[in-house]
């Protein structure tokens, strides 16, 4: 359980509880709650399967109207919600658990964010990756 988690991530799930939140936090990571259309969980599961299938990288849905209000909300770390407001609730989330958030990340991929589009970090919708030639093909680009 949480107990024993101890790995500081970055991660990007759709639903969380207050206490996974507190505990990926407790250690300086992030977690953001986002919505995954069923292309986009495809692309994600099996990316590999994706990128040689040569279809272009899709851009994330937006979700359904009844979920929009959670997706928005900094306390639930909503990927549609304010960063400033949600660093106000990581501190109370902390003190609230009874624990000081580690200053700073340590690791640049602990900073990193995606557009609320993307569906995988630093490839954008549209882009076409060919693992064989080790290349990636960009809508503008003359090929």
């Known amino acids: 359980g949480v107990e024993n988690f101890d790995a500081q991530i970055n991660i990007e799930v759709q639903v969380a509880s207050e206490e996974v939140i507190a505990a990926v936090e407790r250690l300086g ?8 259309d069923i292309l986009s969980v495809k692309a994600l599961v099996d990316p590999k399967a994706f990128f040689e ?4 990288i899709p851009r994330r849905l937006v979700p359904p109207a009844d979920s929009i209000a959670d997706y928005k ?5 909503g990927y549609l919600a304010d960063p400033q407001e949600v660093a106000k609730e990581r ?9 000081t958030l580690p200053q700073g990340l340590d690791e640049e991929y602990l900073r990193e964010f995606k557009d609320p589009r993307q569906v995988f970090y630093g490839l954008r919708p549209g882009w076409v990756v060919n693992l064989k030639d080790k290349l990636i093909y960009k809508p503008w680009m003359r090929i």
């Open 91 to 99: 501190l109370i989330l902390a003190q609230k658990y009874g624990y």
């Open 53 to 56: 299938s040569g279809q272009p």
């Open 29 to 36: 990571g992030t977690i953001t709650t986002a919505y995954f």
């Open 73 to 77: 909300d900094p306390k639930k770390r």
